[in-house]
């Protein structure tokens, strides 16, 4: 099983962790059946920004981006070469280590 390495995040993991998931599990759903309570405003269906991760090492071995989901990191806060939305990003047998920006796009946890 890949293992997923999270970088320290002040809010969600601040000393850092490392979870393992199967291959075909989305970065995501790792994280959340870790306890690590990654924002997921959509649920998961590509359609916000707030799962937003950028990819530090293992980025290739994830499985490729789709039109929508490039379209929706555009709007992400801190885009970056490897940024991916966690709910798009498939493990593959690869470990990957990932960066959970500190800011995201929630309308909702800002009380907008």
Known sequence: MPIIKILPHPEYCPQGAQVSAPAGTS?????LENNI?????????????????IVREGFNS??????????????AWGLEP?????????LAQQDVTIEIPKY???HAKEKH
């Open 82 to 90: 490897n940024s991916r939305l966690s709910c798009q990003a498939i």
């Open 37 to 53: 309570p990654i924002e997921h405003a959509c649920d998961m269906v590509c359609a916000c920004t707030t799962c937003h991760v």
């Open 104 to 106: 995201s796009i929630n």
């Open 27 to 31: 970065i995501c759903e790792a994280l």
């Open 62 to 75: 994830l499985n490729e981006l789709d039109d929508n989901e490039e379209d929706l990191l555009d709007r």
